[in-house]
Nanobody, 127 residues
Framework: QVQLVESGGGLVQAGGSLRLSCAVSGRTCSNYAMGWFRQAPGKEREFVAAISRSGAYSYYADSVKGRFTISRDGAKNTVYLQMNSLKPEDTAVYYC????????????????????WGQGTQVTVSS
């Protein structure tokens, strides 16, 4: 069973940056495609970004494209989400998740495709 632990959240002003980390344990990170999702108060969980097992492919929600970058480090068994030009509407709890599903853009954006989830890390962007 894979365990996921997010870190790196916090309070930042609009226009600022944060880097989230997701430490993977229990299994080798390269066995999984990884995704980041977020959930704001009163809203449904939404897809943010995903990266393939090899790291060769990535996919982003339109709302974060050009501002966020997902990456992975196999040696550290860690997945990252670099968030730049943050906006107040990016405020949410951010979750990382893992999946063994075959890579496909429509699948990667569906929370139901991911079997394991971290506990989440809060990101708050002030205006």
């Amino acid at each position: 069973q894979v365990q996921l632990v997010e870190s790196g959240g916090g309070l930042v002003q609009a226009g600022g940056s944060l880097r989230l980390s997701c430490a993977v344990s229990g299994r080798t990170c390269s066995n999984y495609a990884m995704g980041w999702f977020r959930q704001a108060p009163g809203k449904e969980r939404e897809f943010v970004a995903a990266i393939s097992r090899s790291g060769a492919y990535s996919y982003y929600a339109d709302s974060v494209k050009g501002r966020f970058t997902i990456s992975r480090d196999g040696a550290k068994n860690t997945v990252y989400l670099q968030m730049n030009s943050l906006k107040p509407e990016d405020t949410a709890v951010y979750y990382c998740a893992s999946t063994t599903t075959t890579w496909g853009l429509s699948r990667m954006s569906r929370a139901s495709e991911y079997a394991s989830w971290g506990q989440g890390t809060q990101v708050t962007v002030s205006s």
